[in-house]
């Protein structure tokens, strides 16, 4: 039975939006959407309402005066109804850290990366900037690939992502080391009160000279990745060198260790070089080049709002050219078509609540996904929207 593809709409939400490369919901029953500004402010929707006051400003702290640094990703966790608290992922201003691995430089760019833990005041609208606690501290040694998403997995635990320190090419072969937290995608436990620790089935917790916090690694610049909320199963998006961008799969039942192949591939191919050994490798399951103008992947979300024809598609889109692609089972492999061509400087999808997927466009906007051959049911957690 051939797929049916949805016709996508997109409308927009209430507000403007200062460089916004994120949005999410807290899973509080509040049906409030946070969107996370670069510079280093969270703004909260509630309701029909952009609220006046952020919910969170350190731009104090942030450095987002180079290409890919900022507030770059924001998580809460499943208990945050009752604990308060909830995690960022930044680029800080000064050096806070020494080199991850004595072969990485450290030339004081000031974009080292930090994941934190704030906490709510008495205003559940509002956080209070001077309660951080800084529990992962990463040196980046350029400006470029400094990942920055951060999600809470089925299994509890926080996944936090990073790029393989930038320049070009990789030059320290982070992504294929393991003695480096640069170009893996992390899996640690957090708690309230702490640091954190490592799950015991973490794939490198017993590999000498491995760190123990890596959960996926060979990664360029993983930016966004995100859990098939009723499945389970990880799709990571990886920005490519200049050829290629990429989609990878990680089934639910998976105990990580995958080996995505950066710097040995870029995409489905060998980077550099006519051939490579591709031993041990997963490729990806979907990829796109450059030859229309597209350049940098953002990942997106396996939709499970309301609308049925969009039930199991995973978004995603280009942030040159705007447009967004659906990705979905097809037998025994993957098949993908082109669902929208946007325009829009696309940094990253997000979902509310009840599932639905909204677009966030870098310009100032954030869009409302829907399909031009089905109406909109009634959704409690569904904000006010107007048209552009």
């Known amino acids: 039975m ?5 016709e996508l709409t997109l409308t927009r939400i209430v507000g403007e939006y ?3 490369v994120h949005v999410t919901h807290a899973g509080d029953g509040s049906g409030r959407l946070f969107v996370v500004e670069r510079a280093g402010v969270i703004r909260v929707v509630q309701g029909e ?3 006046p006051d952020p919910f969170l400003d350190i731009r104090d702290r942030v450095n987002s005066n180079c290409g890919e640094c900022g507030l770059l990703g924001l998580a809460f966790p499943p208990d945050f109804a009752t604990g308060g608290y909830f995690f960022v992922h930044y680029s800080a201003v000064g050096n806070p850290v020494s080199p991850d691995a004595p072969s990485e430089p450290d030339p004081g760019t000031g974009n080292d990366t930090v994941v934190a833990r704030f906490r709510i005041t008495g205003d559940g609208n509002v956080a209070d900037p001077d309660s951080e606690e800084r529990i992962l501290l990463v040196n980046q040694p350029y400006t470029n690939h400094n990942g920055g998403h951060l999600t ?5 635990y926080l996944y936090v992502g990073l790029g393989d320190g930038g ?4 030059p320290f072969n982070a992504g294929q080391r393991t003695d480096t937290l640069l170009g893996k995608i992390l899996r640690i436990q957090v708690g309230a009160t702490g640091s954190y620790t490592i799950p015991t089935d973490n794939p490198f917790a017993q590999v000498a000279g491995s760190r123990d916090e890596i959960w996926a690694y060979g990664l360029r610049n993983p930016w966004r990745f995100n859990f098939d909320r009723l499945t389970g199963d990880l799709y990571i998006a990886d920005v490519g060198q200049g050829s290629y961008e990429e989609v990878n799969f990680q089934p639910a039942a998976g105990s990580g260790g995958e080996n995505y192949g950066w710097r040995i591939m870029e995409g489905m191919h060998c980077y550099g070089s006519p051939t490579c050994d591709q031993t041990g490798l997963t490729l990806p399951v979907a990829e796109y080049d450059h030859s229309r103008g597209d350049c940098s992947i953002t990942g997106g979300m396996v939709y499970r709002g309301f609308l049925t024809r969009l039930q199991g598609i995973y978004l995603y889109g280009d942030f040159c050219t ?3 692609w659906g990705l979905q089972r097809d037998g025994s492999g993957w098949a993908v078509q082109e669902l929208a061509d946007t325009r829009l400087r696309i940094s990253s999808f997000g979902e509310d609540e009840a599932g639905n997927v909204f677009v966030v466009d870098m310009d100032g906007g954030i869009y409302l996904v829907g399909d031009a051959g089905h109406t909109w049911p009634h959704a409690l957690f569904l904000p006010s929207v107007r048209r552009p």
């Open 167 to 170: 320049s070009g090419g990789d």
């Open 2 to 6: 051939p797929l049916v593809w949805p």
């Open 322 to 324: 705007g447009r967004i």
């Open 152 to 156: 809470f997995g089925p299994d509890g």
């Open 49 to 51: 309402t952009l609220l």
């Open 18 to 20: 200062d460089q916004p």
